[in-house]
């Protein structure tokens, strides 16, 4: 794919000399995950090169910003009966107030008892991603966008995603990373969008793993611009470290970024900023900015 020989988005990360910031949900540690109010604290604050958000499908076929299948994580007490994105519409959805179950690094949950209209105000009812573009596309900021649904329900996110990006937001295009952890959506992108940036996480990379650990790093050929990793991942019965120099390296010798999550330990953020981590994606950009000097 075009996207693969050249990538912009190492381009930027090496004209910038160091790790872009990707805040994971919008900063979950900072305001309610995958909210406007998080993707707005995030811009005005100049907290982050990338905002890492999550897409699902609605009842009515409407691409929403969430990271569960279900509300409950986010929006309902525990012990309520799930309720899940795909039986609701998109309207349905607009009754729910997404910081129920926000907690602060203080233990504090501040939004827990407003009222759906306070929390509409606050930017904590659920978020269009066309919303996101719309609100967003005039910031100097980039977006992954992963897909959580699987089979014929990603393939058509991606589809529409696709929609967006080549019509109405084509600003958005080259700013723009679609992410899955499928390795079918992963190949149904590639084959129809070969343009786009695609990040692969999951089982899709190991193949590309097991290859550079064997020195056989030519002979891979990927269909993807992301590597999207833990720092150490367990194959089998072998725990393998990515976050060295050498695999960066390697990645970078096929035009790949190498994107580490979801990382909040401040010792491992300063083991990839020293060995030239492409993106870190973390629920804490404020800490991330602060070791990185910026």
Not at 151 to 173: H, Q, R, V
Not at 174 to 198: A, G, H, L, R, W
Not at 240 to 261: C, E, M, P
Request: proline letters at 3%; glycine letters at 4%; a negative charge.
């Amino acid at each position: 794919p075009k996207s693969i020989k050249q990538n912009k988005w190492l381009e930027y990360r090496n004209s910038l000399n160091r790790p872009l910031i990707s805040a994971h949900r919008g900063g979950s540690e900072l305001n309610p995950e995958n909210t406007e109010m998080a993707f707005d604290y995030i811009v005005n604050n100049d907290l982050a090169d990338i905002i890492e958000i999550d897409v699902r499908v609605t009842k009515d076929n409407k691409l929403v910003i969430i990271h569960d299948d279900s509300i409950n994580y986010t929006a309902l007490d525990e012990d309520e009966e799930e309720v899940f994105v795909r039986d609701l519409t998109y309207e349905e959805l607009l009754n729910y107030n997404f910081g129920y179950n926000f907690e602060t690094r203080d233990g504090l949950r501040p939004y827990k008892d407003i009222t759906i209209e306070e929390a509409n105000s606050l930017g904590l009812t659920i978020m269009l991603l066309e919303e996101f573009l719309e609100k967003y596309q005039d910031e100097e900021i980039k977006v992954l966008i992963e897909i959580k649904d699987g089979k014929e329900l990603a393939n058509f996110a991606a589809d529409e995603i696709m929609k967006l990006l080549n019509g109405k937001y084509y600003s958005w295009k080259e700013e723009s990373m679609i992410i899955s952890f499928t390795d079918s959506v992963i190949n149904y992108i590639s084959k129809k969008y070969p343009e786009q940036y695609i990040g692969a996480l999951g089982y899709k990379i190991i193949p590309e793993i097991v290859v550079q650990k064997l020195g056989l790093n030519a002979l891979f050929k990927a269909n993807y611009s992301s590597i999207q990793t833990k720092i150490r991942r367990e194959i089998g019965p072998l725990t393998i470290n990515l976050g060295t120099s050498n695999f960066i390296k390697k990645a970078h010798q096929r035009n790949q970024t190498v994107a580490y999550w979801t990382i909040d330990d401040v010792e491992d953020m300063r083991i990839l900023i020293e060995n030239g981590a492409d993106i870190i994606t973390t629920d804490c950009p404020d800490i991330l900015k602060q070791e990185l000097g910026i």
